[in-house]
């Protein structure tokens, strides 16, 4: 991290969080955290965050704005959460135009390609989380393929990369846990809470990881 650097969050509701009722523009799901996570540990730094989640969007709705949502703000750091919906309307809405899994993985691709090449930001991948609170269901059967496509991309393009669905999977599983979202797919407050330490902990561990390797230093 450096002076003034700008983080764009960039995805769908989940992203989004109430970013239009609010004035400072970050809403009141997990960009809100990473932001106050950075503002208090990184003061000096001065951190900037851009929320640009829009509820209801597919990573072709992604491809869309991404010129005017990400390039054209030239940021040091992208990190995109994308996915929920190109899963969930097959299942609810199953007669309309499905995203499927390569097509998925094409343009978020190319995504990645365009903010590489005209940006050099530096990429923050998401898993898309969850579809219900049952690590069995439907939706998170068909969600792995999705996360699959995640991870692949992020090793292609030396990502952070923020394994979300595996982290949200992993703590359905555990014994006693709480509600993560308000109705199977929208986040509440611990919700966010996992999504922000994910994705905190995945940010720091690599960058640590890289100024190691930077330096000669093992691991």
Not at 1 to 6: A, Y
Not at 45 to 54: A, D, F, S, T
Not at 155 to 175: D, M, R
Request: hydrophobic share 40%; glycine share 8%; aromatic share 10%.
């Amino acid at each position: 991290m450096e002076l003034n650097d700008t983080f764009v969050f960039i995805g769908d509701s989940i992203t989004e969080s109430g970013r239009f009722e609010d004035p400072e523009g970050i809403g009141n799901g997990y960009v809100r955290l990473i932001n106050d996570y950075l503002s208090v540990n990184y003061p000096a730094l001065l951190p900037q965050v851009i929320n640009k989640g829009i509820g209801g969007n597919h990573i072709t709705d992604l491809a869309a704005r991404w010129q005017k949502d990400v390039l054209d703000l030239n940021p040091a750091y992208v990190s995109i959460s994308i996915g929920i919906n190109d899963v969930w309307r097959q299942i609810d809405h199953p007669w309309k135009r499905l995203v499927l899994p390569d097509e998925y993985e094409r343009i978020y691709n190319e995504l990645i390609l365009q903010a590489k090449s005209q940006t050099g930001a530096r990429l923050v991948l998401m898993e898309p989380t969850i579809l219900q609170e049952n690590p069995e269901s439907e939706g998170n059967r068909k969600l792995q393929d999705y996360a699959d496509v995640v991870r692949r991309l992020a090793g292609k393009w030396n990502a952070i990369y923020v394994p979300t669905h595996q982290v949200f999977i992993c703590y359905l599983k555990s014994a006693n846990h709480k509600m993560l979202t308000t109705d199977g797919v929208h986040m509440n407050s611990a919700g966010s809470m996992l999504m922000a330490q994910t994705w905190l902990r995945a940010f720091f561990n690599k960058i640590q990881l890289d100024r190691g390797a930077k330096n000669g230093l093992p691991g």
